[in-house]
T-cell receptor, first 112, second 111 residues
């Protein structure tokens, strides 16, 4: 089975500072990878997805970006954080055959 | 446009009661997944339903996929405090090439 790792678990950053969140996947190869953001007690908002190395699709225009430098590594970045970037960020992996997504433990980001 | 609407949005019940959560859409889904998420953690997959009319049971949880594959339900029998969490349905809507999550149902089971 797949295991999704995310770090850091929590992060407090000032407005205007850069961001880098990392996600790595174990137990599968060539997964489809996803970044979601979740507001408190709400559903999931898809931010980015990737079907392969260097292939990124953006769902929501914003000051965030994503990269996939390796097959099982997915990175979420920002050059300058906004207050509205605060939230719970989740990385998910899907093998492309079952449509089932497996999630990491998430990163709680607070922008102050 | 939200393609998957869940109801109710919030539910607070006593231990031992039964409940049903609904996931509805106007679109056809090739399959639907149900997830449960606890505070501060990522969602965990509970089940996948694929065939119209399919019923799957996971201990006290019963999942059903509508005949037309446009809706699904989750029924919990004799709810326990450990069932507390956010329940999410999700799936690929035919023709959209997007994986859609439902609006979520927050369940609280009181001891």
């Amino acid at each position: 089975s797949q295991t999704i790792h995310q770090w850091p678990a929590t992060l407090v950053q000032p407005v205007g500072s850069p961001l880098s969140l990392e996600c790595t996947v174990e137990g599968t190869s060539n997964p489809n990878l996803y970044w979601y953001r979740q507001a408190a007690g709400r559903g999931l908002q898809l931010l980015f997805y990737s079907v392969g190395i260097g292939q990124i699709s953006s769902e929501v225009p914003q000051n965030l970006s994503a990269s996939r430098p390796q097959d099982r590594q997915f990175i979420l970045s920002s050059k300058k954080l906004l207050l509205s970037d605060s939230g719970f960020y989740l990385c998910a992996s899907e093998t492309g055959t079952s449509y089932e997504q497996y999630f990491g433990p998430g990163t709680r980001l607070t922008v102050t | 446009t939200q393609l998957l609407e869940q109801s109710p949005q919030f539910l607070s019940i006593q231990e031992g009661e039964n409940l049903t959560v609904y996931c509805n859409s106007s679109s056809v889904f090739s399959s639907l997944q149900w997830y449960r998420q606890e505070p501060g953690e990522g969602p965990v997959l509970l089940v996948t339903v694929v065939t119209g009319g399919e019923v799957k049971k996971l201990k006290r949880l019963t999942f059903q996929f509508g005949d037309a594959r446009k809706d699904s339900s989750l029924h919990i029998t004799a709810a326990q405090p450990g069932d507390t969490g956010l329940y999410l349905c999700a799936g690929w809507a035919s023709g959209t090439y997007k994986y859609i999550f439902g609006t979520g149902t927050r369940l609280k089971v009181l001891a």
